[in-house]
């Protein structure tokens, strides 16, 4: 059982790893895109396309900045409240290790609700809001899965 | 597992940099004969409010370039070094 769990942990974990650094990629990339694109609106004299490039390159870096600051600090404060948190009995061991998996795939998807986002950005400027709105489901998401097994525990008479 | 899969997106992402710097470059050089054409023209025909327009919008355009070539390289290693461990 611990040895799957770590297993699914560490692939994670990769996964983790991967996806942060393609996000730096894409946040560079797509601020490049923004300062040509700033530089073609500000040649043909068009003030809003510069005004704006120069939002969305700062929302592009406000959402870096969120993701990597921001998100581990989330993972971290919902971890400590899922994993483990009122179970009792042969559930401890089994609570915790889901807890530890549910908070791995809520950060994933908060990461990748980022990097989706930094996507969005080379179109619109909406990217500070929708990485907000991903990450508050997913945080929302893990504390309510986090809740299941304590609920169940009480409820099987376990606890 | 996801180191080749890194390795490819590195390769593309390296590529589509330098072609977006140099399409910044061809945009920039352009811009920057336009706005020379741009107030040449304003200061043959009298015209000041054109000149000042040519020399701001020059101006402007090299203060983006330098941003493009000298900013956004620093930012890119401030963030690495902010890249975080995973959480979990």
Excluded: N
Aim: aromatic share 6%; charged share 10%.
């Amino acid at each position: 059982m611990t040895a799957a769990v770590d297993l699914l942990a560490g692939f994670l974990r990769e996964a983790w790893t991967a996806i942060a650094g393609a996000l730096l990629m894409l946040g560079l990339l797509a601020l490049l895109a923004q300062v040509l694109r700033g530089a073609g609106s500000s040649l043909i004299g068009s003030r809003y396309g510069v005004a704006s490039a120069a939002g969305s390159a700062v929302g592009i870096v406000f959402v870096l900045l969120f993701a990597f600051l921001g998100l581990p600090a989330l993972v971290e404060a919902g971890l400590g409240t899922a994993v483990g948190g009122g179970m009792c009995g042969p559930l401890v061991g089994l609570g915790a290790a889901a807890g530890g998996l549910i908070a791995a795939l809520a950060a994933l998807r908060m990461l990748m609700g980022a990097a989706r986002a930094l996507s969005g950005a080379l179109v619109s400027s909406e990217s500070g809001a929708q990485a907000l709105l991903e990450a508050g489901e997913a945080l929302i998401g893990m504390l309510a899965a986090g809740m299941a097994g304590p609920v169940a525990g009480h409820f099987l008479g376990a606890c | 597992m996801f180191d080749p899969i890194l390795e490819k997106l590195t390769e593309i992402a390296r590529d589509a940099w330098l072609f977006l710097a140099g399409l910044l470059v061809m945009v920039a050089l352009l811009g920057g004969l336009y706005f020379v054409l741009q107030g040449a023209a304003g200061a043959a025909f009298g015209g000041s409010r054109t000149t000042s327009i040519a020399i701001l919008g020059g101006i402007g355009l090299v203060l983006l370039v330098l941003f493009a070539f000298l900013v956004i390289p620093q930012l890119g290693e401030v963030l690495k070094g902010l890249q975080p461990a995973p959480p979990f």
